[in-house]
């Protein structure tokens, strides 16, 4: 669609649900920069929070709708991709977590 095709809305761009969809999903690609911006200040030296990834996660999986609704190759693969990245971190998080916690006990 072009912008010629979509003049009567507003600011020139067709608005509908999809549209905000779109919107919301490349809003919370921005917060997971605030939130990985904040945890840094609190840390005062560079970290990636946990809630990055799944930010991201749901960002991508929320974009990847849009763009399989409008059906934008560009933007799926891209969201596809993403994704695939972002669960592999937690994944990597997570086994870092298993390895670091010490074995419990044996129940007497």
């Known amino acids: 669609m072009t912008p010629a095709d979509s003049a009567s809305g507003f600011l020139g761009f067709t608005w509908d649900a999809w549209t905000a969809i779109g919107l919301f999903g490349q809003s919370l ?6 939130v990985q ?15 990055f990834w799944w930010i991201s996660i749901a960002a ?8 399989v609704r409008r059906w934008e190759l560009v933007g ?25 916690t010490p074995p419990a006990a044996p129940a007497d």
Do not use: D, T
């Open 29 to 34: 690609f921005a917060v997971r920069f605030a």
């Open 37 to 51: 911006w904040a945890a840094s200040e609190v840390r005062k030296e560079s970290v990636v929070p946990i809630s």
């Open 60 to 67: 991508s999986l929320i974009s990847l709708a849009y763009f």
């Open 76 to 100: 799926i693969s891209g969201s596809l991709f993403n994704s695939i990245v972002y669960v592999r971190n937690l994944q990597l998080i997570h086994g870092k977590k298993l390895r670091e």
